[in-house]
Nanobody, 116 residues
Framework: QVQLVESGGGLVQPGGSLRLSCAAS????????MSWYRQAPGKERELVAF????????NYADSVKGRFTISRDNAKNTVYLQLNSLKPEDTAVYYC?????????WGEGTQVTVSS
């Protein structure tokens, strides 16, 4: 079955950086678009970034463009999200996600807290 396991979250000061990882299993990772979403307290879950199956095309939410970078290693079945120049408003639970056979799958998420 599809499994997505996020890691790398934590507490960081404004302006700091984190690198999130999502280890995938249960499907042919290299064939699927992978996405990162986030959900802040009291807010809806929002798309942060996605990356094409070979990793050649990426797209970002306007709020993170120029600060976050999505990448993937198909040999390791892992997708990454590099978070730079973090702001307090980036505080959220970050989820990786994949759509397979019309079903969207989610990991458990990893908490990112940006605070001084």
């Amino acid at each position: 079955q599809v499994q997505l396991v996020e890691s790398g979250g934590g507490l960081v000061q404004p302006g700091g950086s984190l690198r999130l990882s999502c280890a995938a299993s249960g499907f042919t990772f290299s064939m699927y678009v992978m996405s990162w979403y986030r959900q802040a307290p009291g807010k809806e879950r929002e798309l942060v970034a996605f990356i094409s199956s070979p990793g050649t095309v990426t797209n970002y939410a306007d709020s993170v463009k120029g600060r976050f970078t999505i990448s993937r290693d198909n040999a390791k079945n892992t997708v990454y999200l590099q978070l730079n120049s973090l702001k307090p408003e980036d505080t959220a639970v970050y989820y990786c996600s994949v759509v397979r056979s019309t079903v969207r799958y989610w990991g458990e998420g990893t908490q990112v807290t940006v605070s001084s």
